[in-house]
Each structure stands twice: as structure tokens, then as C-alpha cells.
């Protein structure tokens, strides 16, 4: 699988973001990822399916959506309706994570189930015929900008446990050009990054996001 890249807009300027969007896909962005947080499941507050609605028009490729709120359930129907391709529930956040990703599947999205750390490989092997995408969360969630966690046995595992199936693993937290080669080479193919890829540019200066993607 060719490796992808997924800028998270949780590090572009919040006043732009059809802006910021539309500057990091054409400097080669493969997806666009959307940090959902709830101030309770992680400590930090950001945004719902009213901003994804509001850049939907602003992206050709795929929105990636990574909800770190619980419960889950309520809202998946309307990130649905706002144009999510991609929404990826922490195996954390609920009791009744089958159900969840059923219902991700049944409102026509591809269900993703995310790992905290702290939490080990074997807690999606009961999903994982469910999902299109595991989340390795190479940071504690909630912020940007955090210093990157060593994963790859996890993430090493994580490849065993998939086998042949058509599942991305996607790390997320920490990824620029030192670690971003280590995460490949254990068997991530879609590198989420936000300062790493944000960093020193603008909508405007779109040839610092090539440059920053380039060197990731
Ligand atoms: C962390 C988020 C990440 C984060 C990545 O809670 O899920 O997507 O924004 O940001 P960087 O690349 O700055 O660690
Ligand atoms: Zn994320």
C-alpha cells in the first residue's frame, strides 16, 4: 500500500479552514483529517458536524474524522449528513463499540476504530472485520504539538492481526520526518500530522506545506 498523508487541520488557522484545506491538498495531501474533541473523553474542546459541513466543499479527497468524544452514537447521523467519508470512534469511548461502528456502516461512512497508548493491540481484535481503519494513537489525545510515543510492536502487531484485509492503519500524534519512517517501516500507511505539515506557512505560502509534506 502506497503511504498516505493526512494533514490534521487541529494545527491550520481556525479562521481559513475551507482556505487551508483547499492549500494543503494541492501541496499533496492525500486526506483531510478532522480532530472532533468534547472536553470530556479527551480535555480539550474543538469542533462538530457543523464545521466538517462547512469544509466539505473545500475538499476533493477524503474527510477523515476522528471523534475523540463519548458517547458516540448520538452524533454519527449527523456527521454523516455534514459528509464525513471517514469516521473513527475510540474503542474507549463506550461500552458498545459493535454497535457503534455498525451504526458508522449502516449511515454509509467507513467505520474507524481508534487506540489510545495506553490500550493494547488485542481490544480490536473483536472488530476487526467491522472497520475500514485502525487509528494507533501515537500521542495521548487531546492536543497537538505532543512529543510522539514508539508504538511500532503495537503497530507490528497490529499489520499480523490484519493479514490480507483492506484495513488502513493510520498513526496520529507526534509524526514528522524523524518518526514518520519508523511508523511506515512497522506497517502504517496513513500518517496523520498537523504541526509537522502547518508548521511556517499559510493558505498563501501553500509551498511551505509541499515542502513540509515532501520532508515527512
Ligand atoms: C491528537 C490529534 C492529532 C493531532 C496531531 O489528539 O488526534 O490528530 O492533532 O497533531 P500533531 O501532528 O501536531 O501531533
Ligand atoms: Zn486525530
Known amino acids: 500500500m502506497p503511504v498516505l498523508i493526512a494533514p490534521s487541520i487541529l494545527a491550520a488557522d481556525f479562521a481559513a479552514f475551507g482556505e487551508e484545506c ?32 462547512a469544509i466539505r466543499p473545500h475538499v476533493r479527497g477524503l474527510l477523515d474524522v ?8 448520538p452524533f454519527v447521523t449527523a456527521f454523516a449528513e455534514a459528509g464525513a467519508d471517514i469516521l473513527t470512534a475510540h474503542v474507549e469511548a463506550g461500552p458498545h463499540i459493535h454497535r457503534t461502528l455498525q451504526t458508522i456502516r449502516d449511515a454509509g461512512m467507513r467505520p474507524g476504530v481508534a487506540l489510545n497508548p495506553g490500550t493494547p493491540v488485542e481490544a480490536v481484535a473483536p472488530v476487526i472485520d467491522l472497520v475500514d481503519l485502525v487509528c494507533v494513537m501515537t500521542v495521548n489525545p487531546g492536543f497537538g504539538g505532543q512529543r510522539f510515543l514508539d508504538v511500532s510492536p503495537k503497530i507490528a502487531a497490529l499489520r499480523a492481526m490484519i493479514g490480507d484485509r483492506p484495513i488502513h492503519i493510520e498513526v496520529d500524534g507526534g509524526i514528522d520526518a524523524s518518526t514518520a519512517p519508523g511508523a511506515a517501516r512497522a506497517g502504517a500507511d496513513v500518517l496523520v500530522a498537523g504541526s509537522a505539515v502547518f508548521r511556517g506557512g499559510s493558505a498563501r505560502m501553500p ?6 509534506i515532501t520532508a515527512i
Open 22 to 53: 483547499r492549500a494543503v491538498e494541492g501541496a499533496g495531501a492525500d486526506w483531510i483529517h478532522v480532530d472532533v474533541m468534547d472536553g470530556h473523553f479527551v480535555p480539550n474542546l474543538t469542533f462538530g458536524p457543523a464545521t466538517v459541513k
Open 66 to 73: 476522528h471523534l475523540m468524544i463519548a458517547p458516540v452514537d
Open 207 to 212: 509551498e511551505v506545506y509541499a515542502a513540509n
